[in-house]
């Protein structure tokens, strides 16, 4: 029998079964580089954290069993972080604990977020549970974030906010003790609780294992699906598409996506010609990377800023021969957005379409205009010509197999099966940033760099030539109507 943890109680909460399997170590185990990074910055924003409290007493790797006595009740001790301890079935670990008076403790979260999350204090209520349960008081509640303030280089005292929590916990913690010991008897159970479908479902990492297991074209296939509707469809007991009622209100692409599921059928819209005749010669493909980390990597940023790294541009004729590949990946030791910005503008030309896949590309021009200001205009002229291929198929091209997404991901192997990204070895987007993340800190050799550095190019060119593919695909469609 293992303890209780947060993330099983917590997913209990949400339902029984999600957290029973959790309990059973049924749950995927997160991988890849995005996943690491990840790790890495959290655990690099708690120890910063620690040196805001210089007296503490470090319990990394201690378990505590019974916490009311040792660390707890020595009276030289007056602040703990790391602090893991374990009281009847739970197990909980306070990220620092600072003593207040003979009765109570002051606990800190610390969060890698610069925004408030309800997520945050259920955290810090399942820990004032478990030490509740101990007999240890929480007098205050305090989640320690990140300030956008902030800048590298500056006082470790500026990088965190605090916010005062103590009446939400104090009052979510008071709820979870109540239930604990009914979560107790169900996590512990040999029997799985009976898994019910509700809107969690559609996010969760045991879908497909459970309620999407056996079913035929879910209602999660219907393209954007409010959480309302998904609510309404559940209480209806239609679980899948074709069990949808003939009136229940739907949007257009939703209804055709409903159409093509029951026919099996694939939608083509009478608009599709006239826009994919708007998309004048030559045709641009462009695609960029960005990195997004929690700690700036360079001077003069702040935390969680995204930060362009990388593009993959290419040009072709009428019928996708390409003409031109221009491809730039960032120097990982500086902010390169400005080198980013004047290659686009020497590469893009003044005439021809640029096609992008989504809406980000736009937007990272815009930020790039606003940031420098001399090249606004010519950087604006750059957007004005931007086509989002994405858009143009979600509202005129539906096919099955795009299971109610438009995503490049989810449309590339519908239309153009020979394509994939499965031989590269970054194949994600999350994943490319992490990579970069790396070696901007300082964490690759040089040959590691040099190899990543060639499997990124590898993974944007992959993008850029998945849009070539894609306009073709469609602008073969439109030459039989
Ligand atoms: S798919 Fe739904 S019922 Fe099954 S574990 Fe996930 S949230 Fe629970």
Redo the contacts with the bound molecule.
Sequence with gaps: MGYINKIAFINYL??P??GW?TKKGMLPKLTGLNNELLILENKNVHKMSWQLFPDAVNARGLKVFDPSKGLISNPNVKTIYEFSFVVGNYSARADILQKFDNNSWHLFKVKSGSKYKVKYVQDMSFVAMVLSKAGIKVSKAVILYLSNGYRLGMDISQLFKELDCTEKVELKAQEFLSISDKAFEVLESENMPR????R??KN?P??DN???KNAKRHIFDLPRLSVLAIEELIALGADTVDKVPENFELTEMQKIARNCVLTDTTYVSENLKTEIENIKQPFYYLDFESVTTIMPLYEGIAPHTQLLTQFSLDKTDGVGSILNHYEYIANHTKDCRREIAEKLIEYLGEDGSIVTYANFERISIFKLASLFPDLCEKLNKIADRIVDLELIVRKNYYNVNFYGRSSIKKVLPALIPEMSYKDLEISEGGDAAAAFAFMAMGLYDEKKIEETKENLLKYCAQDTLAMVRIHQFLIRICSHK
């Design positions: 949400n339902c079964t999600l399997m898994p019910y479908l509700k969690g479902c969760c045991m879908f459970c309620m999407g």
